[in-house]
């Protein structure tokens, strides 16, 4: 079956654009984590949904990003303003409704922000 | 502070060779250590996932190791490949549902 997806894959805006990232976790799938990505590091944690409710956004680093998940599918990720610090890859991630201790994640490509 | 450190930062090896992996961690309290394969431009991929009592895990050529009590991990990679060459990334698992995300080890598999 389908994989998580997300796009676009590839985006480049100018500082203090907005700009608005789509993921499509697998069908079925209750949990989805994004995280931010910078070039030769591992993924951080921003935020986490089950179904549409956001229960964890403490890795959000500013009131400019902002999560949704309105309908428990299709979450987007926005972020005001951008700044150059942004520039990095957004991972999206999604897992099955499972035993907490051993719930695996599936990740999507990724969408690469460029601020320029 | 929870984290999670991996060395080395980059690794260099011929194809056909075994190699070692290392992760360390200070995640409290501890539900499980996974280890992600991610090649450039994609997501990452689970390797291997290991709860408290599992001290070893395997996949295919891949060998994980978990010691509970000195926090620390290890993969093992045999008779590596040219498509071993990846990102690997050692995300452990708190209870509560928090991941926890090494800086990952940059593996490259020459000819």
Redesign the interface.
């Given at each position: 079956g389908a994989g998580?997806s997300q796009s676009p894959r590839y985006k480049v805006a100018k500082r203090g654009q907005d700009v608005a990232l789509r993921c499509d976790p697998i069908s079925g799938h209750v949990?989805l984590?994004w995280?931010q990505q910078a070039l030769?590091?591992?993924?951080?944690?921003l935020t986490?949904f089950q179904n549409e409710a956001q229960?964890?956004k403490s890795g959000l680093p500013s009131d400019r990003f902002f999560a949704e998940r309105p309908e428990g599918s299709v979450s987007t990720l926005k972020i005001q303003r951008t700044q150059q610090e942004d520039s990095a890859v957004y991972?999206c991630?999604s897992s099955p409704p499972r035993q907490?201790?051993?719930r695996?994640?599936?990740?999507?490509?990724?969408t690469r922000l460029t601020v320029t | 502070k929870n984290q999670?450190e991996q060395s080395p930062q980059s690794l260099i090896i011929l194809e056909g060779k075994n190699c070692t992996l290392q992760c360390n961690y200070t995640v409290s309290p501890f539900?499980?250590l996974r280890w992600?394969k991610q090649d450039t431009?994609?997501?990452?991929?689970?390797l291997t996932?290991m709860?408290f009592s599992e001290n070893t895990k395997s996949n295919g050529r891949y060998t994980a190791t978990l010691d509970a009590d000195t926090k620390q991990s290890s993969l093992h990679i045999t008779a590596s490949q040219l498509s071993d060459s990846a990102s690997y990334?050692c995300v452990v698992?708190a209870?509560g549902?928090?991941?926890?995300?090494?800086?990952?080890t940059?593996l490259t598999v020459i000819p």
């Open positions: 998580v949990s984590f995280y030769g590091q591992g993924p951080e944690f986490y229960l964890d991972l991630a907490e201790g051993t695996e994640q599936y990740f999507g490509p990724g | 999670v539900s499980n992600y431009g994609r997501g990452p991929v689970s996932i709860t990334i698992s209870i549902n928090q991941f926890y995300f090494g800086t990952g940059s």
